[in-house]
Structures are given as C-alpha cells and as structure tokens.
C-alpha cells in the first residue's frame, strides 16, 4: 500500500488488526474501516487500536459485504483495500473453534459462530461419501480425498460420526498414513477444505476483487494476501481479468469472459515472505501477496 494524505482504506478481513496497526502507525493522515465477520476478532482489534481513535472504525460484516459496508459508510470511492485471507492467529490459536487439530475441539470451524450456517461436523453428517471427497480434493487439493471420504462416511454409517477436532485428525492420519518425512500433517489439507466449504470462502472471491476494483478511486490500489494455491489462483485470474486479458477461447468472435481494463498489475509474480520472515512468523511460509492499481482513465463498461 502507498497512501498519501487525507486518504480512506478498508481492511477487509481485520483479524486482530495487525496490518491495520501498522498502516496507521505509518501514516498519520490515514483513516481505516475494518471488517471482520468474527465479532471476538473486532473486539480484540479495537481494543488494539483504540490509540488511534476516530481514526479507526470496525465493522461487523463479511469482506463478500465490503460494497455494501463502504456505502453505509458514506463513501463514494476508497483509496486503498487490504484482504489477509488467512485464518488469523486468534481462530488458529482457540481451543473451542475447531480450526486447528492441535486442541480437541468440537469440529466448528465457522468464523462467525452467531451465523447459523452448518458447522465443519455437521457438513460430514450431512454430506454424501462423493461430496464429501468432492470438497477435500477441489478446497484442499488432496489427492487422497476419496480414501479420506470413505473412512468418514464408514464411521458414520456405524453410528459414530466425526464430531471432534481430535477425531478427524486422527481419521485422517489413520486412512492415509504418515511418513517420518512428512512436512505437514496428513490432516491438514482436509482441515483446509472444511473450513473452506464451511465459510464459503472461494466463492465470494472473484466478486470480492470486482467490487473492491469498482469502489477504489482513481490510483487506489488493492492487496490480497492468499495462503494456498487455490485462493491465489482465483485472486491471479481475477486481477488480470481487470487488466484487459480475456480468457475465452481463441475462435470466440467476442468477448464474453467479463474482461475489463480498470487496472493495472503491480505484482507480476506475487510477493513471497523472505526467509527472515518465515523464521520468525512460520505461518506466514506459504503466503502470497498480490497488488493492482486502478488507472487514471477507466473506460465506461
């Protein structure tokens, strides 16, 4: 992000407000809404930045929201927007949210609690033994999905579903076993997926990236950092699509892809964490940052 004076930006996925922090610590003359769906997680960040006052203000809402939050707001446009899409380190590092298989939980996963959408246990009860392996291979890219699905579906159909944290890692580890060498988990992919599936994260991407591109001012620029390949696939895409690239078939006589040219790429290949950085923050090994700026001139759709 490069704000100058007297400028608005939205964080999307506030978290705890870290990247919030650091942009108004930075600059002096900013201002930042930040949006959060998790209402632990505002709590938390306006107790952080509550030094910056009338500087800051959160908003309880989904970054899928984030056209809607801005013109609550009464902004016409924002100069800049920030999305960590990340599970930030305050659901990772809970006992009873079940995002992680280091604490025995209830398998919930949802990052807003007060949603009343289905919970990670109840998608796997609820769920065919084809889409639950449907959801573990297309949100975690694992290639093992069905072996993994089956041993789901069989424990169900013996009367003991897959409730606990605990219990799907070790589900897991059991179908497809575990080699000393392994870097991660056998689980984790899986884990991945649910919560994926459970928060409709994939889904809202593209809209998100169109929208946010819609409500930036001329030279506002939008950053999204991704943290696996999938997310970062949809966020590459999304950004060249508003660059002026069209991904319809070559013999196609017109375009139909919804090819824009509002923006122009800043980051041709995403920004990775130097080595430095994995070392003091391992989480952040696997992220990708991507940036675009919105042109001067945009021509009318």
């Known amino acids: 992000m490069k704000p100058v004076s ?3 930006l939205i964080d999307a996925t506030l978290g705890l407000g870290g990247h919030s922090e650091a942009l108004l610590g930075s600059f002096e003359d900013l ?18 930045l509550a030094r910056f006052g009338s500087r800051f203000k959160a908003v ?16 016409r446009s924002v100069d800049g927007i920030v999305a960590d899409l990340g599970v930030s380190s305050l659901q990772l590092d809970s006992e009873d949210r079940g995002f992680s298989f280091r604490f025995d939980a209830p398998l919930d996963m949802r990052m807003n609690r007060d949603s009343g959408e289905k919970t990670a246990a109840e998608l796997l009860e609820g769920l065919s033994e084809e889409e639950i392996a449907d959801v573990i291979y297309k949100f975690g890219e694992e290639r093992r999905s069905r072996r993994i699905a089956r041993w789901i579906v069989n ?41 994926i599936a459970v928060n409709r994260e994939i889904e809202v991407l593209e809209e998100f990236v169109a929208d946010s591109i819609d ?44 090819m824009t040219d509002d923006v122009e790429i800043l980051t041709r290949k995403p920004i990775v964490p ?21 042109k001067q001139a945009v021509k009318p759709r």
């Open 155 to 195: 424990r169900r159909d013996e009367g003991n579903p897959v409730r606990t944290t605990t219990e799907l890692a070790d589900l897991v580890a059991r179908a497809v076993g575990r080699k000393r060498n392994d870097k991660i988990h056998p689980a984790t992919r899986t884990f991945q997926a649910l919560r």
């Open 215 to 258: 409500l930036l001012s001329a030279g506002g620029r939008l950053a999204v950092i991704t943290f696996h390949s999938l997310e970062d696939r949809v966020i590459k895409r999304s950004m060249q699509k508003a660059s002026g690239r069209c991904f319809c078939p070559p013999k196609f006589p017109k375009c139909v892809c919804g």
């Open 6 to 8: 007297r400028l608005v």
């Open 60 to 75: 309880h809402s989904n970054f899928s929201e984030i056209e809607s939050v801005v013109r609550e707001m009464g902004f």
């Open 31 to 48: 201002s930042i809404v930040g949006i959060d769906r998790d209402p632990e997680a505002i709590g938390l960040a306006e107790e952080r």
């Open 274 to 294: 130097s080595e430095e950085e994995v070392s003091e923050n391992p989480r952040a090994r696997s992220a990708k940052l991507r940036a675009c700026q919105k």
